[in-house]
T-cell receptor
């Protein structure tokens, strides 16, 4: 089973709002990730949670904040975003067989 | 860090023809090379992958080859169908530990299969 579930599928938020993106998998995957994808570009890594340790891409601004409540859930908290943060946000996870699967993504628009 | 280059950026073929997409990577520590298909409005879908201890892998109409010495790997799609039309991304990630899963992607190839 390769299912990685992301909610919401679409989100529109103002620059002063606080919102969260959620990612869930129940296949015992050992690591989870957030990627950002702009139009016509490849995904870019933002954060990695592996064995409860967080690894950050240092170019990611602090207005993005990941949270891993347990090994099946990964949240991305959003605060004071800018219009240029509008993108497709992808969650991925690594299966016990070390295969990396992506969810369908959350489309974020910042107005 | 890792750098992955992918060619061509666009590829147009007739239904039934073969399509080949090539990628090169720079970091000799990379040992897992997945290929993803991304349709409009959807997330990347894993279609095939290969690890550095294998030279070739095939799954029905799709095959991937890896030349570790030359640091390049290729995706081969035979008997293409219109539903194969999508953006294809190659990617690479180093072996185990905390670096595993930090995928570096190629720039993508827009494949169009004409009926």
């Amino acid at each position: 089973d390769t299912e990685v579930t992301q909610t919401p599928k679409h989100l529109v938020m103002g620059m002063t709002n606080k919102k969260s993106l959620k990612c869930e998998q129940h296949m015992g995957h050992r690591a989870m990730y957030w990627y950002k994808q702009k139009a016509k570009k490849p995904p870019e890594l933002m954060f990695v949670y592996s064995y409860e340790k967080l690894s950050i891409n240092e170019s990611v601004p602090s207005r993005f904040s990941p949270e891993c409540p347990n090994s099946s859930l990964l949240n991305l908290h959003l605060h004071a975003l800018q219009p240029e943060d509008s993108a497709l946000y992808l969650c991925a996870s690594t299966s016990p067989g070390n295969t990396i699967y992506f969810g369908e993504g959350s489309w974020l628009t910042v107005v | 860090g890792e750098n992955v280059e992918q060619h061509p950026s666009t590829l147009s073929v007739q239904e039934g023809d073969s399509a080949v997409i090539k990628c090169t990577y720079s970091d000799s520590a990379s040992n897992y090379f997945p290929w993803y298909k991304q349709e409009l409005g959807k997330g990347p879908q894993l279609i095939i992958d290969i690890r550095s201890n294998v030279g070739e892998k095939k799954d029905q109409r799709i095959a991937v080859t890896l030349n570790k010495t030359a640091k390049h790997f290729s995706l081969h799609i035979t008997e293409t169908q219109p539903e194969d039309s999508a953006v294809y991304f190659c990617a690479a990630t180093p072996a185990g530990g905390t670096s595993y899963g930090k995928l570096t992607f190629g720039q993508g190839t827009i494949l169009t299969v004409h009926p």
